[in-house]
Nanobody, 125 residues
Framework: QVQLVESGGGLVQAGGSLRLSCAAS????????MGWFRQTPGKERESVAA????????YYADSVKDRFTISRDNVKNSVYLQMNSLKPEDTAVYSC??????????????????WGQGTQVTVSS
């Protein structure tokens, strides 16, 4: 059983920064891709960023490029999302997800099989 637990969400003013963390347990001996997704009420879930097992492949949505950075620490079984220059439109519930594809780093939610509960990020104007 794989469990993903996010932390680091909160309320921040526009232009500020937050760092999200996701701790994984259960899938510790198999290479896997990790991704961050976000969703707001009434909108479809959006892929934000992804990183392959080695970290050599990354993906970023156009809306967050040059502002967000995804990273991972495989020793700690954790993935992080550093979010800078936050905008009100970044407000959403952010969830991390795990894919059994080790070299994927993609934005297709169907490729991810385990999901965290999510953490709320609210950016005030």
């Amino acid at each position: 059983q794989v469990q993903l637990v996010e932390s680091g969400g909160g309320l921040v003013q526009a232009g500020g920064s937050l760092r999200l963390s996701c701790a994984a347990s259960g899938r510790t001996f198999v290479p896997y891709t990790m991704g961050w997704f976000r969703q707001t009420p009434g909108k479809e879930r959006e892929s934000v960023a992804a990183i392959s097992w080695t970290g050599r492949k990354t993906y970023y949505a156009d809306s967050v490029k040059d502002r967000f950075t995804i990273s991972r620490d495989n020793v700690k079984n954790s993935v992080y999302l550093q979010m800078n220059s936050l905008k009100p439109e970044d407000t959403a519930v952010y969830s991390c997800a795990s894919s059994p594809l080790s070299n994927y780093a993609g934005n297709n939610a169907n490729e991810y099989d385990y999901w965290g509960q999510g953490t709320q990020v609210t950016v005030s104007s």
